[in-house]
């Protein structure tokens, strides 16, 4: 059975750290390295290929909304007919891809927080239906939420409120689908040294004041 790792938003910050760690400790055959940005995902690979076990794959792939959950189904439908009868397991399942936004609800780009909605709460509710089907007793599943899930943001309001999406569902699916064995865990961390700030702030903040360091969160 072809056992793989997939990790979204692995171009840098915790996901990247949750792909050099993994590869490391889990036992899979390849680890599934997904974001837009292909020059630092190759990087990755490059770093993969000498201190990881399994074989690194660098898909630059826009994950973003229905289109994006849409083109994930294709690749994972065809990596399962590949698999043929030795079957296809999801060892882990990495749901870090999301970013957030800086500013008022009434003075925060309206586009831009529907996008935000797109990746943080469809995209993540989209591949945790797909994946699920082929995970089996000891693979693991993370949804990356924040510490702004338990408590509304001033200042981050859309962003906090999916959080507490990403919080609440994986709660009621860890639980739904406890019988499995499939360990289901939602990360929540504080501030992170991660191109966060900057993404949130339109470069107007280049990092995260008093922000941890991504290996050891």
Same mark, same amino acid.
């Given at each position: 059975?072809?056992?793989?790792?997939?990790?979204?938003?692995?171009?840098?910050?915790?996901?990247?750290?949750?792909?050099?760690?993994?590869s490391?400790?889990?036992?899979?055959?390849?680890?599934?390295?997904?974001?837009?940005?292909?020059?630092?995902?190759?990087?990755?690979?490059?770093?993969?290929?000498?201190?990881?076990?399994?074989?690194?794959?660098a898909l630059?792939?826009?994950?973003?909304?229905?289109k994006?959950?849409?083109?994930?189904?294709?690749?994972?439908?065809?990596?399962?007919?590949?698999?043929?009868?030795?079957?296809?397991c999801i060892? &882990?399942? @990495?749901?870090?891809?999301? =970013?957030?936004? !800086? #500013?008022?609800?009434?003075?925060?780009? $309206?586009d831009?927080?529907?996008?935000?909605?797109?990746?943080?709460?469809?995209t993540?509710t989209g591949?945790?239906?797909l994946?699920?089907?082929?995970?089996?007793?000891?693979?693991?599943?993370?949804?990356?939420?924040?510490l702004? &899930?338990? @408590?509304?943001?001033?200042? =981050?309001?859309? !962003? #906090?409120?999916?959080?507490?999406?990403? $919080?609440?569902?994986?709660i009621?699916l860890?639980?739904?689908?406890?019988?499995s064995?499939?360990?289901?865990?939602?990360?929540?961390?504080?501030p992170?040294?991660?191109?966060?700030?900057?993404?949130?702030?339109?470069g107007?903040?280049?990092?995260?004041?008093?922000?941890?360091?991504?290996?050891?969160?």
């Amino acid at each position: 059975m072809k056992r793989i790792i997939i990790v979204t938003g692995a171009s840098s910050g915790i996901g990247r750290e949750f792909a050099l760690q993994l590869s490391k400790t889990r036992n899979a055959d390849e680890i599934w390295l997904i974001a837009r940005r292909t020059e630092k995902l190759n990087l990755l690979v490059d770093e993969l290929s000498v201190n990881g076990k399994a074989k690194a794959k660098a898909l630059s792939l826009d994950i973003s909304g229905k289109k994006g959950v849409s083109a994930f189904q294709k690749l994972l439908e065809k990596e399962v007919l590949e698999a043929g009868t030795e079957g296809l397991c999801i060892d &882990s399942l @990495i749901n870090n891809a999301g =970013f957030g936004t !800086y #500013g008022t609800f009434m003075e925060t780009n $309206l586009d831009r927080q529907l996008e935000m909605i797109d990746l943080n709460v469809s995209t993540l509710t989209g591949l945790c239906h797909l994946c699920v089907p082929y995970m089996n007793k000891g693979s693991l599943l993370v949804n990356v939420a924040s510490l702004a &899930s338990f @408590i509304p943001l001033g200042n =981050f309001a859309v !962003y #906090g409120a999916t959080k507490a999406y990403v $919080l609440s569902f994986s709660i009621a699916l860890a639980a739904e689908i406890a019988d499995s064995g499939i360990f289901v865990s939602t990360l929540c961390p504080g501030p992170v040294d991660t191109e966060f700030a900057q993404i949130a702030s339109n470069g107007a903040r280049k990092k995260v004041i008093d922000g941890k360091d991504p290996a050891a969160v």
